[in-house]
T-cell receptor
Framework: GAGVSQSPSNKVTEKGKDVELRCDPISGHTALYWYRQSLGQGLEFLIYFQGNSAPDKSGLPSDRFSAERTGGSVSTLTIQRTQQEDSAVYLC?????????????FGPGTRLTVT | AQSVAQPEDQVNVAEGNPLTVKCTYSVSGNPYLFWYVQYPNRGLQFLLKYITGDNLVKGSYGFEAEFNKSQTSFHLKKPSALVSDSALYFCAVRDIRTGANNLFFGTGTRLTVIP
């Protein structure tokens, strides 16, 4: 079946602009995660959605970062007033959470470059 | 506090030889441990997990890992390396600091299999 998809695959933006990154999780997966992969920080958790519950935003690095998940499926990560330190690969993952701790399946990522 | 250590940034092994990628962890309570692999310009792919049960876990592509509670280790192994195994490998634990079941990753180990 189809895996997690993300768009765009690459995004170049100017400092100060806003960007939106999209994630389509695996159909039926109720949990959705955003991570950031950068040279200096490794892989960092950003935000978690579980069904229709309020998201866990504990990993967001600043209030310039926000995310939403519509209809329990597609998610959009928005970065406002981008800074050069936001340059990274943004990875989305989804998992089934029925009955316990399950592995997460990752999308190919969006490479964001802030110039 | 929790931590995941991958003490080797780089591991080189000859094709056909056994390979080991090391991971040690420090978490409170029972650890939920995972290995992921990342090929160039691609997202992370799940290899295997340890939640409970047998200490030897078998996963995708012929990989296995052994959970050792006394040594707090979860080393990834394969009896005979292939050139196609060359990639970046991440060890991860369930992050106990949040309620999100997100993953807390090690810094990664780059495996190169030499023909």
């Amino acid at each position: 079946g189809a895996g997690v998809s993300q768009s765009p695959s690459n995004k170049v933006t100017e400092k100060g602009k806003d960007v939106e990154l999209r994630c389509d999780p695996i159909s039926g997966h109720t949990a959705l995660y955003w991570y950031r992969q950068s040279l200096g920080q490794g892989l960092e958790f950003l935000i978690y959605f579980q069904g229709n519950s309020a998201p866990d935003k504990s990993g967001l690095p600043s209030d310039r970062f926000s995310a939403e998940r519509t209809g329990g499926s597609v998610s959009t990560l928005t970065i406002q007033r981008t800074q050069q330190e936001d340059s990274a690969v943004y990875l989305c993952a989804s998992s089934s959470t029925m009955g316990g701790i399950y592995e997460q399946y990752f999308g190919p990522g969006t490479r964001l470059t802030v110039t | 506090a929790q931590s995941v250590a991958q003490p080797e940034d780089q591991v080189n092994v000859a094709e056909g030889n056994p390979l080991t990628v090391k991971c040690t962890y420090s978490v409170s309570g029972n650890p939920y441990l995972f290995w992921y692999v990342q090929y160039p310009n691609r997202g992370l792919q799940f290899l295997l997990k340890y939640i409970t049960g047998d200490n030897l876990v078998k996963g995708s592509y012929g990989f296995e890992a052994e959970f050792n509670k006394s040594q707090t280790s979860f080393h990834l192994k394969k009896p005979s390396a292939l050139v196609s195994d060359s990639a970046l490998y991440f060890c991860a634990v369930r992050d106990i600091r949040t309620g999100a079941n997100n993953l807390f990753f090690g810094t990664g180990t780059r495996l190169t299999v030499i023909p």
